[in-house]
């Protein structure tokens, strides 16, 4: 029965060696990761990008459905921002306090991790709420819109870029970080 136990023990142990379970060594933080930008430059105010290039190219029926989706979203995005501003900015900014205490006090890297996903998609939402105000602005229909949608999916995507390049070179930094403490 010892024997039985002390095995099963060094199994746990392998599969952990093995897998590594700290979330910058995790092959599934860095899908996430992935996912998590490929989505939200695909969608842009939400609206998928293939919507905005298929109006763009034959216009009509589809340019007609992309204006009107453009301007359910704004008007939702604004509605949600307007009626909602102050809870949502405080449960943001507790959030973002707690994994800032929880990253940087005492170190965690779970925190660590998930502040790297959470602090780039504040940005993203606030490029988002300059883009739906502007939108509402006068920029419903036709190029103007074209131009402002296609202007915040790139800035949208150089959030990503940059922060995609600052996850990795802090993922590098603890991962060789924990490997010489380790040796």
Do not use: C
């Not at 746990?12 to 599934?28: A, G």
């Not at 939402?125 to 202007?151: C, D, F, K, N, V």
């Amino acid at each position: 029965a010892q024997q039985a136990k002390g095995s099963g023990v060094e199994w746990y142990r392998t599969v952990f060696e093995v897998i590594d379970m700290r979330s910058f060594s995790n092959l599934w933080y860095w899908i996430a990761l992935a996912v998590l930008w490929s989505t939200t430059s695909h969608r842009v105010v939400g609206v998928p990008f293939d919507m905005i290039q298929r109006a763009r190219r034959l216009g009509g029926q589809d340019e007609a459905d992309l204006e009107a989706m453009v301007g359910i979203n704004t008007r939702r995005f604004l509605g949600i921002s307007r009626t909602a501003a102050a809870p949502i900015f405080a449960v943001i900014s507790f959030l973002l306090t707690a994994l800032f205490v929880l990253a940087v006090w005492y170190r965690s890297e779970f925190a660590q991790a998930v502040l790297f996903l959470f602090v780039p998609m504040i940005f993203v939402g606030w490029l988002s709420l300059r883009t739906a105000l502007r939108i509402e602005a006068g920029e419903q229909s036709g190029p103007p819109m074209y131009r402002r949608l296609m202007l915040h999916r790139r800035l949208v995507q150089v959030v990503g870029m940059v922060s995609i390049f600052v996850t990795a070179m802090f993922g590098m930094y603890q991962n060789l970080n924990i490997s010489i403490l380790n040796h």
